[in-house]
């Protein structure tokens, strides 16, 4: 099993006004979809960064690439 991000439930949890209980398959959906995010992110920064003919992504890769992503992910 893939070991959670320390500051994951502490995060949810400080973002909640309330206290709000989350259960473990929440938690687990919410760190999958930030992987699957975090994936996608790193695929498109290495493809812009294979257009400009770089050897390494940079952070303008990756701020082309999140607004990318971003506009993507509003649905």
Do not use: C, D
Not at 13 to 33: F, G, H, Y
Not at 48 to 73: C, D, G, P, V
Request: net charge positive; hydrophobic share 45%.
């Amino acid at each position: 099993m893939l070991k959670k991000a320390p500051k994951l439930k502490a995060t949810i949890k400080s973002k909640a006004t309330t206290n709000v209980n989350v259960r473990p398959a929440a938690e687990a959906m919410i760190e999958l979809i930030t992987l699957v995010f975090l994936n996608g992110l790193a695929e498109e920064a290495k493809t812009k960064a294979f257009e400009e003919k770089s050897a390494t992504i940079r952070a303008q890769h990756l701020k082309a690439a999140s607004k990318k992503m971003l506009k993507k992910s509003r649905g």
